[in-house]
């Protein structure tokens, strides 16, 4: 399984961006996809989630409420929209597909791994 994300970008605080993730083929689609973030420096961190059908969605408290995990199963997508950006938002962005149909905020629950988008928040 490939993965392709894109969306990434040079924003000021308090802007909006929104990341795309497309998968290679439609396996994902049985499967929970994830977006997590990597800043310079430091460890890969989870961002967020969402099942294998868009039913259930889970986040990390520091983006609760300002970003937004959504699927959409027949185009092999799973997008995050980005809002009110932060400087500490500022990290390669990388989605993947989870071993399983439920949710998880390990990078161990996940299988396939896309290349990273970057995104930039200046302040």
């Known amino acids: 399984v490939q993965l392709q994300a894109s969306g990434g970008g040079l924003v000021q605080a308090g802007d909006s961006l929104r990341l795309s993730c497309t998968t290679s083929?439609?396996?994902?689609?049985?499967?929970?996809m994830g977006w997590f973030r990597q800043a310079p420096g430091k460890e890969r961190e989870f961002v967020a989630a969402?099942?294998?059908?868009?039913?259930?969605?889970f986040y990390a408290d520091s983006v609760k409420g300002r970003f937004t995990i959504s699927r959409v199963n027949a185009r092999n997508t799973v997008t995050l929209q980005m809002n009110s950006l932060k400087p500490e938002d500022t990290a390669d962005y990388y989605c993947?597909?989870?071993?399983?149909?439920?949710?998880?905020?390990?990078?161990?629950?996940?299988?396939?791994w896309g290349q990273g988008t970057q995104v930039t928040v200046s302040s």
């Open positions: 993947a597909v989870g071993r399983s149909a439920v949710v998880g905020s390990g990078p161990y629950d996940y299988a396939y």
């Open positions: 083929r439609r396996t994902s689609s049985n499967n929970a």
């Open positions: 969402i099942d294998w059908n868009g039913g259930r969605t």
